[in-house]
């Protein structure tokens, strides 16, 4: 493990790949911050720029944008009561209530101290566990790829925010379709191009990202005809008060910070869990922990409340780069996204990641590291500054969003059918986001789809065209069970809710 | 033109995927199967008609299921912003091939500044000028040529 780390530190010590550091905490940072836009769209839009590197200083950027999108998001809750995504949404709770009452900065430094303790503790974590995860399953074949990708698919559309899990089902299929867009590898067919030779290589994942994340929600936000609020504006003026944390704070805080640094590890590996349901399942614990006075302060700016939830979402980031590095299954549109992007910086994450290009793996956990002590060291004391970007007025910022999309998809193949494309599929997803359908489960699927039906393709030849290795093969087995429950989970839980007796 | 309810909606939305899982099982049954694939189990054609099957299901118990009675909450929507931004990117991506990077991307951002509502020439300009050549000069500094269109020729 100290090889690791050195191999790591080495990886990561170059000029280059520390300013990469550095830019990616900012530039997520600021994206965010700014409403609506979280992780997914800060990763999605600067996906682009990851395609020009290496693979090591892509992977060092995309998780250093991934960390500060989302301690972005987390001061855009605080400042404005407007969660940059659903992850910063318990941090409204008590944040926003501490910043009316001109503790913003108080509350802010607690979401920092938060964020790089769980982070930190989620890199210890997962520099002990990968390499267990990634031993165990290098045995695994075709069978059991297939059997985890499709828990990890079935996972991430069970739990995920809104819409219902049948909607979800049906956008992740929905993306498994569109994964077929292309000449099929191993038949040498082509499916689904038309005749136009722009598709013979399939969908660009740049652009069905852009299309699904940033370039939909900006269209959502000009249709709302959503503006700048009087708190972004107040926020913008810099005014935050003090960044500095007490010793009692740190007291106060510290037991919720180790608790929910652990639970946000585990449920941020659980595939579909993610940060978001870390997030609130901290909050409900240490609310239901507290005693008295401490709990009655819940809701109104309790400093436990803040801190809790940014604890556990930082933490459950990290804990989602386990099953991403070890098994190549993402957890989450985040990291649905970011695999798309490390496929295309040609690397395969998987067990063979950590056995045949451990450098790569150790640079990206020193690069989590030194990340989160960015954040804390150079984001924090700039956050009055950055915070100004709250007030960018919507008429500048929405194009600014859709021209970045736009360059985004014209820089990987420079034609204007990709782009005609994004827009046709951006306008789709508008009218199913507006319906309440998921996009992450409609990138996951294209993200895994190829991969899945290979996979299939593998397991049946071997089996002579038999479904039997579903249940002949134990790992396989208990992780189709594992998908079928979380298929029913959701039924199961509407159902429970239905029979239970309504209160007087 | 009145907007449809929720439950129209759901229903409508639930019909366009019915159609399209139907017309993607339809263009699953035109992929050619390869003589050499013949006594395969699995070709480039089984997936594609598992997921059509899959996908045609999903939305057809879509369609008969109760639909959600939540409000689509499209009351004071800007429509005709957004279509006027959907038209800029059409026009992006027609002009762009024949205007050129620089001056496409400036015609993109002040038509879409002036759309949605910043129209004092000193804010849009610079801005829509600014970020244009910027964007240029970086791409060209990290060694990515982005062209003039029929400007080259001016250029020299």
Known sequence: MIEGLLLGLQGIATPVNLALLVMGCLLGTFIGMLPGLGPVTAVSLLIPLVLTMPPASGMVLLAAIYYGAMFGGSTASVLINAPGE??????????????????????????????????????????????????????????EYFALMVLGLTAVAAFTDGGGALKAVLMTVVGLMLATVGTDIADGVERYTFGVADLADGLSFVLLAMAAFALSESLLAALRNEKVSDEARRAARGDVGTLKLTGADAKEVAPAVARSSVLGFVVGVLPGAGATIAAFMSYAVERN?????????FGKGSRRGVVAPETANNAAAGGAYVPLLTL??????????????????????????????????????????????????????????????????????????????????????????DLWLMAGLAVVCLALRLLDYPMAPLLLGFVLGKLLEENLRRALLVNDGSFAFLWQRPVTAVLMLASIACLLAPALAAWWRRRRPAAP | MTLPTRAQAERLMALALLLFSLAYLAGGWRIPVPDTSDDSPFSARSFPLALGVLGALLSAVMLVRPA???PVGVAGFAWGRTAGLLLLMAGFAAAIPHLGFVVTSALFLGGG????????????????????????????????????????????
């Open chain 1, 289 to 297: 922990l507290a005693r008295g006075a401490r709990r009655a302060e």
């Open chain 1, 86 to 143: 659903s992850s910063s949404v318990p941090t409204t709770f008590d944040g926003y209530p501490m910043a009316r009452r001109g503790e913003a900065g108080r509350a802010l430094a607690l979401c920092a101290w938060g964020s790089f303790v769980g982070g930190t503790v989620a890199t210890v974590l997962l520099m002990l566990s990968a390499p267990l995860l990634a031993g165990w399953a290098v045995g695994f074949q075709a069978p």
């Open chain 1, 328 to 417: 190549g299954i993402p957890g989450s549109g985040t990291t649905a996204v970011i695999l798309g992007a490390l496929v295309a910086l040609g690397v395969q994450p998987g067990p063979r990641l950590y056995i045949e290009q451990s450098g790569l793996f150790w640079t990206v956990v020193v690069s989590m590291y030194i990340g989160n002590l960015i954040l804390l060291v150079i984001n924090l004391p700039l956050i009055p500054w950055i915070a100004r970007t709250l007030a960018i007025p919507e008429p500048i910022l929405a194009p600014l969003i859709q021209f970045f999309c736009l360059v985004g998809v014209y820089l990987v193949s420079f034609n204007s059918f």
């Open chain 2, 113 to 156: 500044f002036a759309l949605l509502g910043e129209r004092r020439p000193a804010v849009l300009l610079p801005v829509a000028i600014g970020v244009s050549l910027g964007l240029w000069a970086l791409f060209h500094a990290l060694g990515v040529t982005l062209d003039w269109g029929v400007f080259e020729r001016l250029l020299g």
């Open chain 2, 68 to 70: 959600s009675t939540a």
